[in-house]
């Protein structure tokens, strides 16, 4: 059986959902963002915010947003990551806080609420066949893949090769995770797993 992507009504609900949950959010979090962008300026010595081209609906790249949580620039691996995180980015990437800002990509229309994590280029950009539907909605701040992998530097970690663990075994289970959460979208699936975003 052919997978079908969402709907136009369909789009149209999740657009609508992710503009009024993230227009009555911020009002709440600006505050605690600006305080949290400073100290990522002070704990990294550069810039708070993180800025970042990922893979969006249809393939185009956008700009993503976040607040720093490492030193330096580049961090090809886990290993690099894990030298170039500071405690205060440590803490940052544990509690998903650093995915703050990304309440601005969603309102731009870059990104949804819930949907497929957007990757950098090399992955979701390389997709073929069937698997080109994730292609067809927003990225999102959360989702099942993202729940399932809420723990995927720890994994990673313990690899004896990450890259290598990930391309085989973590992005092929992403891509089928994520084909479902289309498959059989609904409304009441994406407002559990905001609820389960925050509260498990």
Known sequence: MT?????KGQ?????????????LVLPFVIIPLILLLGMARISTGA???FVQQRVGKDGVLFPLYKIRSLKGRYHIDIYAIQQSETRFGRWLRKSKL?????LFNVLKG??????PRPDVAGYADRLEGEDRIILTVRPGITGPATLKYRDEDQLLARQEHPIDYNDRVIWPDKVAINKQYI????LKRDIYYLWASVFK
Request: hydrophobic residues 40%.
């Open 110 to 115: 870059d990104m949804s609420l819930v949907g």
């Open 11 to 23: 789009l149209l609900l999740k657009r609508t959902f992710d503009l009024s949950i993230s227009i």
């Open 183 to 186: 498959e059989n979208w609904s």
């Open 47 to 49: 810039p708070g915010l």
């Open 98 to 102: 650093d995915e703050l800002p990304q």
């Open 3 to 7: 997978l079908q992507p969402l709907t």
